[in-house]
């Protein structure tokens, strides 16, 4: 393919279709979808090394956990990590601190993220 002859250009920009496809009504849904505040949050990017000891003591720094859990694969002999937990507080405003003082932070050599979970009924 000649590159000065503008062939590049106008293969590109016949196939960046397949890329710039609009989500489907239902997806667009989820995405713009907020989720309400929660006292419980949701933590990915967990190591595998993360127990729920550190992942408590990590967000013990921001109010006062309730629970943390990590989840792990009951299937596999060992418990590994699925990666990701949860966090619960005892009130809203501790909650909102522990999601924007973690949130992209290093948790045992992985950045995480956190947001507010889900309530059971949605997922």
Same mark, same amino acid.
């Given at each position: 393919?000649? /590159? ?10 016949t +196939?960046?279709?397949?890329?710039d496809?609009? /989500?489907? $009504?239902?997806?667009? $849904? ?7 505040? %929660?006292?419980?949050?949701?933590v ?6 993360? +127990? ?19 989840? +792990?694969?009951? %299937?596999s002999?060992?418990?590994? %990590?699925?990666? @990701?937990?949860?966090?619960? @507080? %005892?009130? /809203?405003?501790? $909650? ?19 947001? @507010?979970?889900?309530?059971?009924? +949605?997922?």
């Open positions: 393919m000649d /590159l000065r002859s503008g062939n590049l250009r106008r293969f590109l920009s +196939t960046s279709s397949l890329f496809r609009p /989500l489907s $009504a239902a997806k667009a $849904a989820r995405v713009t979808e907020q989720i309400p505040p %929660s006292t419980t949050l949701f990915s990017g967990l190591s595998g090394r993360t +127990t729920n000891q550190k992942l408590r003591e990590a967000f013990a720094n921001f109010g006062d956990v309730i629970q943390a859990k990590v989840v +792990t694969d009951r %299937s002999l060992s418990n590994h %990590s699925k990666g @990701y937990g949860f966090v619960r @507080y %005892s009130n /809203l405003e501790d $909650a909102k601190k522990g999601m924007e003082g973690m949130d992209g932070q290093f948790l045992d050599g992985r950045v995480i993220f956190t947001e @507010y979970a889900k309530p059971k009924d +949605t997922l």
